[in-house]
């Protein structure tokens, strides 16, 4: 029992101070009660392997701490008893804990975390008024970039909005702004809506003659762009997508993807040695430069000073050229 109680109690503080990282992302954005619950309660079994040892560690000082004081200790041992012996059914519950605890963290936290990436997945694409944060940059969407320099209690309602579109490819050569706005989902999860309110679109068109580009600037009242969301959410049932990471791995998958990683090793070695080889073939043995010229000039083949004032900026190019691609390939 002192166990159990130990271990519920800093197991219980540990999802308290878990759960402070993540509850400024749910608070207020329209989730519902169960679905933050089942979040923290998948996350929170990544925290049974670091409450176990201080449960086990204050359970031990609180047992052996009532025998100590009600002087049991000396009553086993005035009856014959080692302490060896006294603490022998100890050593065989810790190694039971051992074994159940290595069997919790091999197959039920990796599923555990499989489920829960897919859940905050799943919480921040469907849910993208939550993933869009004040404050900062959210480039989620393709070719846009969004930022929100401050959103109200409502979750609505928002201040301050910039809207970068790149799908010219030419940077950010539309932009608009507002001073106010909402930002909602569409009752069918496809699109997200912003009714602006009171901004500016500005659009750098192309280039009319040298450096001279064409700027048009629109100012609006009432201003409502859509997003379509259509490929930008994932199936809730697709937790395949979440098993590579290393937390969601198995000790055997593990051995497995240390061979795999040993393999790809080998194979990069192999290849990135082919690309170095090909870059610095002038410098091998059997080069042609080396072998078709005479033994006493082999040295002078790669002084600068041997080679005519003709060719001299030919040889500089390709030496600098060679210089880059061995610096990009090395990176």
């Not at 049991?72 to 039971?96: D, H, M, N, Q, Y």
């Not at 959103?151 to 608009?176: A, M």
């Amino acid at each position: 029992m002192p166990f159990l109680g130990a271990f519920m109690v800093t197991w219980f503080i540990f999802v308290m101070q878990y759960m402070w990282v993540w509850i400024d992302e749910f608070i207020g954005k329209g989730l519902e009660v169960v679905l933050i619950l089942k979040f923290l309660g998948l996350l929170s079994t990544t925290l049974v392997p670091i409450a176990l040892p201080l449960g086990i560690l204050f359970a031990s000082i609180m047992t052996y701490g009532n025998l100590g004081e009600t002087s049991e200790l000396v009553a086993v041992k005035a009856a014959g008893i080692s302490v060896a012996k006294f603490t022998r059914p100890l050593f065989a519950f810790i190694l039971l804990i051992t074994l159940l605890s290595f069997l919790f963290n091999n197959y039920v936290i990796p599923i555990a975390q499989v489920k829960a990436s897919a859940l905050i997945y799943d919480i921040q694409n469907k849910k993208l008024v939550v993933a869009i944060k004040a404050g900062t940059f959210y480039k989620g969407i393709q070719n846009h970039t969004i930022y929100l320099g401050s959103k109200e209690s409502d979750g609505k309602t928002v201040n301050d909005i910039k809207i970068y579109d790149h799908t010219s490819g030419r940077g950010n050569d539309k932009i608009t702004l507002a001073k106010k706005g909402k930002m909602y989902i569409s009752d069918d999860k496809r699109f997200l809506i912003f009714e602006l309110e009171n901004g500016w679109r500005y659009e750098e068109k192309n280039t009319i003659k040298g450096n001279e580009k064409e700027l048009t600037r629109l100012g609006f009242k009432y201003w409502k762009k859509v997003f379509d969301l259509s490929d930008f959410k994932m199936p809730k049932t697709n937790e395949s997508y979440f098993k590579g990471l290393r937390a969601a791995m198995t000790v055997m998958q593990i051995s497995h993807q240390i061979d795999t990683s040993i393999v790809n090793i080998k194979k990069m070695y192999e290849a990135n040695k082919e690309l170095m080889t090909a870059q610095l073939s002038v410098l091998k043995k059997d080069s042609p430069i080396v072998t078709q010229t005479p033994k006493k000039s082999t040295q002078s083949v790669f002084s600068l000073e041997s080679i005519p004032d003709t060719l001299r900026e030919i040889v500089l190019s390709y030496t600098e050229i060679g210089c880059r691609n061995i610096k990009s390939s090395l990176k």
